[in-house]
């Protein structure tokens, strides 16, 4: 008997995440996803009058693929990626995996080529389609969570089904006040940084993108970073995991970068010219998440935290930077976390995790759950 709880995550995806029309022809990305999630999927398409398509992948396959990827290799596998995307209206990944770190081994040289060389695709998925992505609830997911794997897979699918059009309704004047901001400040420890998001619009993010959701994003104008940044939270990127990260910058540019692992930071960061230029600031609200498990689907929605990014603009946020990176890097400023807070042209807009405004109190927690 499949999980009810299936059924209803289905739903959601195609009816509100992607709003899937008859005649749409959708791209259902499945890895690692019980053969049963992959079912309701379907039949939630169909009845929508959609046409799904479906790539199924594992983990192990995808590591052994890229081990030893190399230019002519993956402009191929680029070719017929996009030419299939060209073809759908809407894309929903699913991902799961028992390993978080499958990747950890991929040489970076590897890395790179595959990520300078697939961005495109990345790119018209994001810009062309309407997209969705999610992780899916594993073993190793719950430990990283410091959770069993029931309480987290109950924990899972609550928040990926809350009520996110509640949360849309309390995310617009936050947009609004973003869409109005010339210059942010952050404070906290170890951060003080100051940026303009002057001219850059503010996107809300509520279950129309990825699941979990939970942000409202901008973009500093590229050139007018400065500062510095201590991060709080781990971070994975291509399999490796990175602890206290700190980035200072001088003219938008990050010029001194270390963390856990200094060595493989800066490794990633010289990717491309873009990859030192931020293309991206956001704000977390989302009630239910509250710690980090080294998952970015569910630590940059965090409930007090914001997030800072290095490489890759979004085009509906648009400040110029190109990079085949885009690295989420999260900051929890709840008191628990050592607090800090958020200006927006001198206003108090956040603190310790706090929206300070009356219009923006809908976002905080007790409001929102």
């Not at 191929?76 to 996009?82: A, F, R």
């Not at 950890?104 to 389609?129: C, F, H, L, W």
């Not at 003219?251 to 010219?273: H, P, V, Y």
Request: glycine content about 6%; some cysteine.
């Amino acid at each position: 008997m499949t999980d009810p709880r299936f059924q209803k995550l289905a739903t959601l995806l195609v009816e509100y995440s992607t709003r899937l029309e008859k005649g749409d022809h959708v791209l259902l990305f499945l890895s690692d996803i019980p053969e049963e999630m992959g079912v309701e999927l379907i039949r939630a398409c169909r009845a929508a009058g959609a046409h799904p398509h479906v790539d199924i992948r594992q983990g192990r396959i995808m590591r052994e693929l890229m081990m030893e990827a190399n230019e002519d290799h993956v402009t191929v596998w680029k070719e017929w990626e996009m030419a299939r995307m060209k073809k759908v209206q809407a894309f929903i990944a699913l991902r799961g995996s028992m390993n978080s770190s499958e990747g950890a081994d991929v040489p970076g040289e590897a890395m790179q080529t595959y990520s300078k060389i697939m961005r495109p695709v990345q790119n018209y998925r994001v810009n062309k389609t309407r997209w969705v992505v999610l992780r899916w609830p594993t073993p190793s997911m719950a430990q990283s969570a410091n959770m069993s794997t029931e309480a987290f897979e109950d924990f899972y699918f609550r928040v990926c089904t809350m009520d996110y059009a509640k949360m849309k309704e309390a995310m617009k004047p936050l947009q609004n006040r973003m869409q109005a901001a010339d210059k942010v400040h952050i404070t906290g420890p170890g951060t003080d940084l100051h940026f303009s998001i002057r001219d850059i619009d503010a996107i809300m993010c509520s279950g129309d993108r990825n699941i979990p959701d939970g942000e409202v994003f901008s973009c500093p104008v590229k050139n007018s970073v400065q500062g510095t940044i201590q991060f709080n939270t781990p971070t994975v990127y291509a399999g490796t995991r990175f602890e206290n990260v700190y980035l200072e910058f001088d003219k938008g540019r990050i010029t001194k970068a270390t963390s856990s692992n200094t060595e493989r930071l800066n490794q990633i960061l010289d990717t491309d010219k873009g990859a030192r230029y931020i293309g991206e600031f956001s704000l977390g609200t989302n009630p239910h998440i509250l710690n980090p498990m080294c998952d970015i689907l569910f630590d940059e929605k965090i409930t007090g935290s914001f997030h800072f990014t290095p490489g890759q603009a979004y085009e509906d946020a648009d400040n110029g930077n190109r990079s085949a990176v885009h690295w989420d890097m999260v900051c929890i400023q709840r008191p628990e976390y050592g607090g800090g807070e958020v200006f927006f042209d001198g206003e108090l807009i956040r603190k310790d995790g706090k929206f300070v405004p009356k219009d923006l109190q809908q976002l905080n927690p007790e409001n929102l759950r």
